[in-house]
């Protein structure tokens, strides 16, 4: 795991904080009944429940451990900060692109809430990256995966 820091808004703090609360008393708690059961069926070495359980609480402790690095070096957004119509994460900006014309508005999130399909870019993926600091009318070139992409910004709240 990284030391750097994580930026989640308020809501996405609150949405960790309260995953991490059902995996650490409901879900385990499930996962060792599910162990226990498998247990009293008698010979384990031969149980593909119990090493399904195993599994389960495997995958159950590494997210544990996940959520609890990320929120305790998580700093969290202050969304109600003037930003002088600079981008910054937490910002929202709407984007022209320059082939073809098409508007599109996405806000800026740390990468734990990441997520481009419900226009939330990470700041740290390129077109988050080569956002941060512009202002509106700024143009933008941005390298991506898929090949150069340039954007106009046409407006940052």
């Known amino acids: 795991m990284t030391d750097k820091p994580t930026y989640l808004t308020r809501e996405g703090r609150v949405k960790l904080e309260a995953e991490l ?23 384990i070495s031969e149980s593909g429940e119990y090493e399904d359980a195993k599994k389960s609480q495997a995958l159950l402790e590494g997210r544990i451990r996940e959520l609890r690095s990320l929120l305790s070096r998580a700093e969290t957004i202050d969304e109600d900060q003037i930003s002088n119509g600079e981008v910054r994460v937490g910002s929202s900006v709407t984007v022209r692109f320059e082939e073809d014309g098409e508007e599109e508005t996405w806000t800026i999130v740390g990468s734990a809430e990441a997520s481009p399909r419900q226009g939330r870019i990470s700041n740290e993926s390129p077109i988050g990256a080569s956002l941060l600091g512009k202002r509106a009318r700024n143009k933008v070139t941005v390298q991506t995966p898929s090949g150069v992409m340039k954007l106009t910004i046409v407006k940052v709240r």
């Open 21 to 43: 609360e059902e995996l650490s008393t409901v879900e385990r708690k499930q996962v060792a009944e599910r162990i226990a059961a498998a247990k009293e069926l008698g010979d």
